[in-house]
């Protein structure tokens, strides 16, 4: 699977929109995107993936730019709730089947 | 649904002493994994099975960490004997061919 690069912390706002960046330059043909965040003590929680159209639902956005070498999850109106572990992880689902490889991502703080 | 659950929450140990933990995936998921994460590592893939069998168990530290599969709707990771380097918090998760992954909330490992 390709590997991604994401800051190691960001601040926010509360209220404001949290815009998280992800570069995967090497990311092939047939992976998709995926954004999972870890609240802290509990398990990983997925929130959204994508191929190389944006996508939306009812937790966040996905913009992946055209040539698919980077991606930004947006947090439209971010919570105190929100403060965790962003992490972004190129998979693809041939070969190794399934599995997530988990690099460091990126802490999100919210503030008041 | 209750999701993936785990259990224990919490296991404190004797070094030497067998430690065994223990999933329940989700029903209807063929696919179950076993992360660990520690301040050192992050979160790291240990196993993954497929309708019950083991795939890929290149993650697996030694050969004191054991994992088994016996039905669909539970698995097993046993550690024997424990020692205090496999501290950490353990993560089952399952999914459905090619869905997301879902986790549990963890088993908070300490080796004394």
């Known amino acids: 699977d390709a590997k991604t690069t994401q800051p190691t912390s960001m601040d926010c706002a509360e209220g404001r929109a949290a815009n998280l960046p992800c570069n995967h330059s090497?990311?092939?043909?047939?992976?998709?995107v995926y954004w999972y965040r870890q609240i802290h003590s509990q398990g990983p929680q997925y929130i959204i993936h994508?191929?190389?159209n944006n996508e939306t639902n009812e937790m966040a956005s996905l913009i992946i730019t055209e040539d698919r070498k980077s991606s930004t999850l947006i947090l439209p109106h971010a919570t105190l709730r929100d403060t965790a572990v962003y992490y972004c992880?190129?998979?693809?689902?041939?070969?190794?089947?399934?599995?997530?490889?988990f690099g460091t991502g990126t802490q999100l703080k919210v503030e008041l | 649904d209750a999701g993936v659950i785990q259990s224990p929450r919490h296991e404190v140990t004797e070094m030497g002493q067998e430690v065994t933990l223990r999933c329940k995936p989700i029903?209807?998921?063929?696919?179950l994994f076993w992360y660990r994460q520690t301040m050192m590592r992050g979160l790291e893939l240990l196993i993954y099975?497929?309708?019950?069998?083991?795939?890929?168990d290149s993650g697996m530290p030694e050969d004191r960490f054991s994992a088994k599969m016996p039905n669909a709707s539970f698995s097993t990771l046993k550690i024997q004997p424990s020692e205090p380097r496999d501290s950490a918090v353990y993560f089952c998760?399952?999914?459905?061919?090619?869905?997301?992954?879902?986790f549990g909330n963890g088993t908070r490992l300490t080796v004394t």
């Open positions: 992880i190129v998979r693809g689902l041939t070969g190794g089947g399934n599995k997530l490889t």
């Open positions: 994508g191929l190389k």
């Open positions: 998760a399952s999914s459905f061919s090619g869905s997301p992954l879902h």
């Open positions: 090497t990311i092939s043909g047939n992976e998709y």
């Open positions: 099975f497929n309708n019950n069998v083991p795939i890929d």
């Open positions: 029903s209807g998921h063929d696919y």
